[in-house]
């Protein structure tokens, strides 16, 4: 008697079901390193560039979705920290350090004697979200790295807050793909399931751009991802 061979059980795609989603911004962990330097300093040296760069990309995404959230990364090294500044309106770097500095005097989280507020003119600032590194005196290449993914899966998390309490709608997340040496954000005009589709999104991202490098065939598996088709 012949024996029927026995069918494996069909893979079932990924599903996506958010239709906001408007792109992602992120950096090759790989790329970093021809960046890098081996003896400690006292001052960041990349962090704050990576994340500003991000946080611009992220500025044009929005802006090309009509979407008023604009932010710009910080570094005050003689303060020791390091954040985001918020606005609804267009800002120069120059202005957004001045707020910084502000909002830090404001909060008393300015250290030091002159403790003198600066001159801005973008009324559209909303707030800001720091981390302290006080607790660091001196910083190497390996340090940054883990600074850097820390500071973007956890300093986004109060930058996404106050936007949905100013009523913008910008969703924010951030992601990691250690098999993939990227780090980044995705992106959205719409709330969605982060743990469940943040990554996702990200993984489908890199695949139709081409920066997925697969393993494997289960690596491929297909995506799907729900739309509606919408004119303006």
């Known amino acids: ?51 500003d760069g991000l946080a611009q990309a992220m500025n044009a995404l929005f802006t090309e979705h009509a979407i008023s959230a604009y932010l710009s990364c910080v570094y005050l090294h003689t303060q020791k920290k390091i954040g985001y500044v918020l606005s609804v309106k267009p800002f120069e770097k120059a202005e957004g350090i001045s707020y910084f500095t502000n909002y830090l005097i404001e909060k008393n989280f300015y250290t030091g004697e002159e403790k003198e507020y600066q001159e801005i003119f973008s009324t559209g600032f909303i707030g800001a979200a720091f981390a302290d590194l006080s607790g660091m005196e001196r910083f190497t290449f390996g340090s940054e790295l883990k600074i850097l993914s820390k500071l973007i899966k956890n300093m986004i998390i109060p930058v996404k807050e106050l936007f949905l309490r100013h009523g913008v709608p910008a969703y924010i997340s951030g992601v990691e793909l250690e098999d993939q040496n990227k780090l980044g954000f995705v992106l959205s005009r719409k709330p969605y399931d982060e743990q469940a589709e943040a990554v996702l999104y990200f993984t489908e991202y890199l695949k139709e751009r081409g920066f997925y490098e697969a393993e494997s065939e289960d690596d491929t598996d297909r995506i799907v991802i729900r739309k509606t088709v919408q004119s303006l």
Do not use: A, W
């Not at 989603?21 to 704050?48: A, N, P, W």
């Open 1 to 51: 008697m012949k024996r029927t061979k026995r069918k494996g059980s069909t893979k079932q795609p990924h599903i996506i079901s958010n239709t906001g989603f408007i792109g992602s911004v992120f950096i090759d962990t790989l790329e970093l390193q021809k960046r890098h330097y081996y003896f400690s300093r006292k001052k960041l040296q990349l962090t704050h560039h990576v994340l």
